[in-house]
């Protein structure tokens, strides 16, 4: 019997590792005591520590080259992801395998989520507290530092970049380290908001914040990081073409996921007697879709999220259910893996960097973090507030505020720093993780208690969400989307209405297959599975019931089968948490005002009982 370490080492130590991950991740869930209390995000990190310190003792680290000033010098210098020494074959943390492979799987997995009416009627306040809540807490936490610095708030005069030199901060290597601790981890904020089961318009605000976040704020620190290494005066003509630059990144990602998601619809569509391969032609059109972007330095993370609600409108509805469910599953469970792999990379970080620990700076860090954060909100929100119908109170604005969490986003950027570029690197990768702590800990492990004291609206667990709830609502935007046209408004019900009606006419006849079936028709086969006993009862005659209901059975199965649905988004029946009787008042109220009212009053009254969405449309 021969020993081959050498050659299946390094698979081993990796399938081992993923197991590890798995089993961890299961016990834990079988201590109600612990899961309670305490997120599995903080669980994975004291397990990184712990395997962190076990590896040190046994000297079996990973080197990290990037903080190796002088090796860096005989590496190419736009090379910041390099592996570390082959002498370890153990799996460490780095930016291409955060980016490349962790980071994929969660992002697409909530793309699919994403695909609901909740997240489309709210994206405006979404998209402005990414985008306009980004440059503000880029541009607030980064001058405060630098002027806090000089102003010698933090206690030293200088800023030590290792231990043998010291450093004085500038301005441009400020706004660099305010740009990557801007970003707010969708990772931590879908294991911590997972397991509070947030109500869904608050969890969708804050969740789609974190997914567009980290698209600006990569943006913003690559353009910084331009800067930096040009060392030449930054004018009004380079700031305008960085703005430009910024906006080209992301929609020409999206465009870029847009198109490689119709790819994957056109393909599905030819699938029909070869099943099997549905699931590979959705999961790796989109893998090919981020990497794409990447690839010509666009956003992969808005040009997956844009590829995957196309899959989810067009290709789902080509494969078959089992290949849907083979999807759905897999997905979960690299998203499951990932989240919990990262987390413990988190913790093996404190053992496998260089740090420079300056408590001036980190205590400054953190504080800045969380009052340009509840500024941002809270303008922003007062700002929202006057055009939504559904209003954001100012409890659900501090939890928004609060559940800012930082995780391996911010970390990973602030490992791809180079030494000469931007000196401080290992002073800003140690107030990164003590951020990380912080936020991951502290901030989220008192977030459910938080949710408690302040009794905010948590989601209905139920996933049996009545069929009549789908009809009326099609019905409602149907009707709404008339009212405007008859009053003569461009509001939100219209435009939704024109682009349902080109996607029915023009969209869905290419890229969906002859035979799909309408989401209402899905929905009703869905409730006949579940209750086959009652389906039987209403459609075929012979138990107990009279020929009037028999016939009465049949006719709504008629109108089902005719039904096209309404909403431009898919309403997820799974998942919505909408109250029938909110849904009934309208068409009361309608009844009871048409003798009075005219349109514009009924069109106003009915929207406001109705419509779950921010845009007025009077």
Known sequence: MSW????????????????LTAVVTISFHHVPSLSKWLPESCVLIIL?????????LLDALPIDPIANAEQMVTNDSTNCTAEPAEKYPFLAF?????????????????????????????????MLYAVVGTVINTFAIGPALYALYHMGAMGDGVLLVNHNSTYTLTILDALIFSALISAVDPVAVLAI??????????????FGESLFNDAVTVGIYHT?????????????????????????????GLLIGIVFGLVAALLTKTTKHVRVFEPLLILGIAYLAYMSAELFAFSGIISIIGCGLVQSHYAMRNVSRKSKTTVKYFVKMSSAISEAIIFLFLGLAFFMERHVLHTGFIAWTLVLCLVCRFISVLLLTDLVNSRRVRRISFFEQFIMAYGGLRGAVCFSLS???????????????????????????????????????????????????????????????????????????????????????????????????????????????????????IQVDVLQPGAGLGEESVQQGRQIKTMLHNFRPMSFMRHSVDDDTCELEKLDEPAVCFRRQSQIFNARQIHGAWRRQTTRGEWLSS
């Open 4 to 19: 081959h370490w050498l050659e299946v080492g390094s698979y081993i130590a990796v399938t081992s590792f993923l197991v």
């Open 48 to 56: 990184g520590l712990a395997i962190g310190q076990f590896l040190k």
């Open 94 to 126: 780095t930016p291409r395998l955060f980016f490349y492979v962790l980071l994929p799987p969660v992002i697409l997995e909530s793309s699919y989520t994403l695909y609901d009416s909740d997240f489309a009627s709210n994206i405006g306040t979404i």
């Open 193 to 206: 908001f997972n397991e509070t089961h947030i109500d869904r318009i608050l969890y969708f605000l804050v």
């Open 224 to 252: 910084l990081l331009e800067f930096a290494e040009a060392a030449e005066p930054v004018g009004a003509g380079k700031v305008c073409l960085a703005l430009l630059n910024l906006v080209a990144i992301g929609v020409v």
């Open 415 to 533: 490992h791809m720093l180079l030494p000469d570029v931007v000196k401080p690197r290992e002073l800003f990768l140690t107030t990164t993780l003590a951020v990380i702590i912080f936020t991951v800990f502290v901030q989220g492990i008192t977030l459910k208690p938080l949710m408690n004291l302040l009794n905010i609206k948590r989601a209905d667990d139920s996933k049996d969400r009545p069929l009549i709830v789908d009809i009326s609502e099609n019905v409602a935007t149907l009707m709404l989307a008339g009212m405007e046209q008859v009053i003569g408004i461009t509001g939100h019900f219209s435009v939704f209405s024109k682009l349902l009606q080109w996607d029915e006419k023009y969209l869905k006849k290419i890229f969906l297959i002859s035979e799909y079936e309408p989401d209402v028709l899905r929905a009703f086969k869905r409730h006949a599975r579940q209750l086959p006993r």
